[in-house]
Antibody, heavy 119, light 107 residues
């Protein structure tokens, strides 16, 4: 079955960058887009953007434009999300989620990676 | 951006009750709506897509309806394992946005 395995928790200082990975298995990696969604403590879900593993094209939410970079490594079926210029408000659980056949809703989610930004 | 407004933000119901959650979009979204269930400490799980299509493996007590800007998620007979927060999400255009969530508790 489909699995998305995310990297471990991170603690970063304000101004630093973080890179979270998400390794996919159980399906054809290149055939389905991958989303990144975050959830601040006690808050709702926030969509950050999407990457097409086939060509590497990306679409980012305007809020994160200039600070987020999504990439992929097809040889290892892994997608990455790097967020720079971290501030305390970026403290959240970051999820990767596989896009469905219709691309824009998410049918399988990773377990999440906790990123804590603290001085 | 399309805003998604969910109501209520929380509810308490008894086991066996019918529960209904509503989601209103700030513009028409042509049934491009998904519903997710998130249990404490877990990742969200897809329940329905295209407003009313049940994801494989999801119990049939979950159903969805609606059109235009107004959509509903119903649980026909609330079970203890349904305790969770439920989110709607439109996928009519980017940016994708989620509703604020509805926390369902047992009375």
């Amino acid at each position: 079955q489909v699995h998305l395995v995310q990297s471990g928790a991170e603690v970063k200082k304000p101004g630093a960058s973080v890179k979270v990975s998400c390794q996919a298995s159980g399906y054809t990696f290149n055939s389905y887009y991958m989303h990144w969604v975050r959830q601040a403590p006690g808050q709702g879900l926030e969509w950050m953007g999407i990457i097409n593993p086939s060509g590497g094209s990306t679409t980012y939410a305007q809020k994160f434009q200039g600070r987020v970079t999504m990439t992929r490594d097809t040889s290892t079926s892994t997608v990455y999300m790097e967020l720079s210029s971290l501030r305390s408000e970026d403290t959240a659980v970051y999820y990767c989620a596989k896009g469905s056949i219709s691309i824009y809703y998410m049918d399988v989610w990773g377990k999440g990676t906790t990123v804590t930004v603290s001085s | 951006d399309i805003q998604m407004t969910q109501s209520p933000s929380s509810l308490s119901a008894s086991v066996g009750d019918r529960v209904t959650i509503t989601c209103r979009a700030s513009q028409g979204i042509s049934n491009s709506l998904a519903w997710y269930q998130q249990k404490p400490g877990q990742a969200p799980k897809l329940l329905l897509y295209a407003a009313s299509r049940l994801e494989s493996g999801v119990p049939s007590r979950f159903s969805g309806s609606g059109s235009g800007t107004d959509y509903t998620l119903s649980i026909s007979s609330l079970q203890p394992e349904d305790i969770a927060t439920y989110y709607c999400q439109h996928y009519y255009s980017t940016p994708l946005t989620f509703g604020g969530g509805t926390k369902v508790e047992i009375k």
